[in-house]
């Protein structure tokens, strides 16, 4: 995938929490979970631990499904 700076930032930046707001389909779900994966991988927290919001039961879903 080809990240823009922003979504970049958005996805490396582990240090703070995260707000991402954005138009439909500019890959805020891709980049949740991109965000998500790497918290896991660096070992920042376990599964049970983490909070992702979203405002609709479809972009749940997809990041559910992504995760898995």
């Known amino acids: 995938m080809s990240w823009t700076a ?11 929490d995260l707000g991402v707001i954005a138009g439909a389909g500019s ?15 660096e070992r920042r927290c376990g599964l ?3 909070v992702a919001i979203t405002f609709t ?3 749940a879903a997809e990041m559910k499904e992504r995760l898995r």
Do not use: D, H, Y
Not at 6 to 16: D, H
Not at 27 to 41: A, D, N, P, S, Y
């Open 48 to 50: 049970s631990q983490l």
């Open 6 to 16: 922003e979504q970049r930032e958005a996805i490396v930046s582990l240090e703070e």
């Open 27 to 41: 890959g805020k779900t891709m980049v949740l979970v991109e965000r998500l994966m790497r918290i896991l991988e």
């Open 57 to 59: 039961n479809k972009a």
